[in-house]
């Protein structure tokens, strides 16, 4: 599955918000996100394929975290939109600021 369908659904990026915050077992991610237990390692199971999650364990539990490297791609991929738009932004702010307003 490729990391945008991944990322497509919603509690997906809820989970990788949570433990964006700090590693967590599943138990407080099942009552964080109101979802069932197996839903819950369900979408882990679906993070952790795409390389979004990892997961150690700890005694008795396992512990899963954000891992940066993949969102980091997407963010270097997303630079030239977010470049792109924020020009047409500036533009904007200047068309804007030339507009003889009543309070000039």
Sequence with gaps: MAVFEVLAEPNRRRILDLLGESERPVGELVGELE??????????????????????????RRLYRVEAEPLRAID?????????????????????????????
């Design 35 to 60: 979802l069932s237990q197996p839903a819950v390692s369900k979408h882990l199971r679906v993070l952790r394929e795409a390389g979004l999650v990892s997961v150690r364990t700890d005694a008795q």
């Design 76 to 104: 270097a991929w997303l630079e030239p939109y977010r470049r792109s738009r924020n020009k047409h932004l500036d533009e904007l702010e200047r068309h804007l600021d030339e507009i003889p307003t009543e309070d000039r």
